[in-house]
């Protein structure tokens, strides 16, 4: 046997090996092939995450928990948009060393829209105007016939499985999915026909809305966004209806792309953190002896 010879019944086990690692990945870990493909290629489209944020206690951490999620995506960027006059330190220390590719802008949402301390998180849209000043930045900044990408509005207040970043990379026009704990239910999901067609949506608040979904529950070409370039979300939109303001004026739904299993499986959860409970700083505080205010939580 000559060396090429030797060469090429190598390359023939090699190939063989892999066809076997690769069937035997997909019995046990079903998505493990198409998350490795994935993180090996660099041609991937960049996926945009789009997160608003604005100055609490719990800021910091759910933003480090998004974070530590997105140092495991291939080719992300990540958009933060403060609600503030300015760019906080907080914000812009954190930013620097969390690993993650990112843009950092801010604008502060009107007076009127602004939510009071003990405001139901529904009775005001949040986060409009920063998602709106990250589609400019987008539209002003990024090339999409150059450089493919997938919009994202990534909540920072959302728990999110790897699963749903690998899912959405190759979103053609807008891709959908279900969401976890949110609207009062379990989860709520676009539903989809037998020709795989998303034909109507399973909420419990306001299914006639033309596109009834969560933030979370979606992702867009950056093409597209870039094609309409004039569409925003409009900061006035009746109560649910933040999300439709923006999706019907770029997509209608027959072109809807229904990811996870067909919208049967849930890879995000509407999860939020709970309001820490400030008893015995408070009472600090009345003594004159507060936590140190130099230790940044």
Not at 97 to 126: A, C, I
Request: net charge neutral; with cysteine.
């Amino acid at each position: 046997m000559n060396e090429l010879e030797a060469k090429e019944k190598n390359i023939n086990f090699i190939s063989k090996r892999l066809d076997f690692l690769q069937t035997t990945l997909r019995r046990q870990y079903p998505y493990a092939v198409d998350y490795i493909s994935q993180i090996t290629d660099d041609d991937l489209p960049t996926i945009y995450a789009i997160t608003p944020t604005y100055t609490r206690h719990v800021q910091k951490a759910e933003l480090t928990r998004l974070s530590q999620t997105f140092l495991h995506i291939k080719n992300l960027h990540w958009i933060v948009v403060e609600d503030s006059e300015n760019k906080t330190p907080l914000v812009a220390k954190f930013l620097e060393r969390s690993g993650v590719v990112f843009t950092h802008l801010n604008t502060k949402t009107p007076q009127y829209y602004q939510l009071g301390e003990n405001d139901p998180s529904w009775l005001k849209p949040r986060g409009v105007e920063q998602r709106n000043l990250a589609i400019d930045w987008l539209v002003k900044n990024v090339d999409a016939n150059k450089e493919p990408g997938v919009v994202y509005f990534a909540d920072d207040d959302n728990t999110y499985d790897l699963q749903i970043f690998h899912e959405m990379r190759n979103t053609q026009t807008v891709s959908v999915w279900p969401v976890g704990i949110v609207g009062g239910l379990k989860f709520e999901r676009p539903l989809v026909n037998a020709e795989q067609k998303v034909y109507a949506w399973y909420t419990a608040w306001k299914p006639e809305r033309p596109f009834a979904i969560d933030m979370a529950g979606f992702a867009i070409n950056l093409l597209l966004v870039q094609q309409n370039s004039e569409a925003r979300f409009d900061i006035k939109a009746p109560r649910g209806y933040i999300e439709s303001s923006y999706l019907i004026k770029i997509v209608k739904m027959e072109d809807l792309e229904p990811k996870a299993g067909l919208c049967t499986k849930v890879y995000v959860w509407h999860t939020r953190t709970e309001k820490p409970k400030w008893k015995q700083e408070d009472i600090l505080i009345k003594q004159g002896n507060p936590s140190d205010p130099n230790i940044e939580v």
